[in-house]
């Protein structure tokens, strides 16, 4: 495996121009042969004659843990050493950002899934994308057509499988839409249905699957800890099972949302115990390692002097047109603009600032964190497989 160019906790800017989660489901199309796609990655030559294709991707498979992960995980470390390159998430670092961004094949501004919470604007509701059951109403709130929409209006035969209870809502309408959904409720059940898919029918196929448990377990117990081990190995079965059933027409390619990282106790600040982060701030949305604050009026300089006050080296608290600014987005339309915070806290190191009364307490005794733009959050893997 390519050695990680750069410091874990160094900032990395997303590679919207070639090299990011976005282009993946462009190559993928282009292989198959869906006229009209680019091939960002430059997949088509290195799978000539390939017709069927599956797509995974595992929640939190970071390019920073594969090293952690490799003795648990023989098979994901064979892989990255020797089908394996780094690719950069979108930003927010986030899964349901990074599910969108997969499934149009387009940087969050444009799709406008811009973070795990996001205000909808004109309103003080709050919509938590990974318990979206409607409302806002998804095909308005994320317009884009999917790639696999595209690819079905080509004559790709296309399958989506992922957990049974995902089945319907809106992050997956938003994500996934164009695809026949199969339910799968473990490693062994997704395999199966993946490959099940993946061989069905002469013509071009896409199958994309979805596995979230070494997420689940990070964020609950830590990168490394015991359970995130198990995890590891699980998701090795996984892979080995895929690699070992495609067919010889077939190619997977394996990839990740974001990684993870550890965050310590003593670099906590808490936005429900400080009033000082309270003060001027109508609603809080976001996330532990990327906050977006919406001000009272007129107090958006307030907002920015307190918290760059109370955080000091810990964030970089920008305005939105500051953030926007950065490209960290890629373009945002008008229409996208106000989800995004008057006021954008990226946090940087270790730190995270959690709401411990406000929002889930769970969420604020969580082990391990992503959203922002550190190398260990931002940089995952794509692995490629050749039947």
Known sequence: ???????????VAPAYDGGSLADVLPSALAVLGVPGVADPLGLAPRLDGVRRVAV????GLGWYQIPTAARYAPTLAGLAATVGRPLTSGFPSTTPTSLVT?????????????????????TDQVLSHIEWAGDPEPLRWQPVATRFEQ???????????????HAGSGLTLAANRGGDYRGAADVDELATRMLTALAAGAGPTLVSGYHPDLDRHGHLSGV???????????????LARLVDGLPSDAALLVTADHGQLNVPRDDRFDLDTDPRLRAGVRVVAGEPRVRYLHAEPGAVD?????WATVLGGAARVLTRDEAVATGWFGPVPEEHLRRIGDVVVVCQGT??????????????RLVAYHGAD??????????????
């Not at 490394?224 to 996984?238: H, I, N």
């Open 374 to 387: 550190t190398a260990a959050e931002m940089t995952i893997p794509l692995l490629v497989v050749r039947g």
């Open 102 to 122: 997969l499934g149009t094949g387009r940087a969050p501004g444009v799709h406008g899934v811009l973070g795990f919470r996001v205000r909808v604007p004109g």
């Open 151 to 165: 690819a079905r209006a080509a004559g790709v035969a296309v399958t989506v499988v992922s957990r049974p209870e």
């Open 56 to 59: 995974l991707l595992v929640d």
């Open 302 to 306: 307030d907002v920015v002097a307190a």
């Open 351 to 364: 730190a995270a600032v959690v709401a411990s009364r406000s929002e889930n307490p769970v969420e604020a």
């Open 224 to 238: 490394d800890s015991a359970p995130w081990r198990l995890a590891a190995t699980e998701v090795d079965r996984l």
């Open 1 to 11: 495996m390519t050695a990680p160019p750069v410091d874990p906790l160094a900032r």
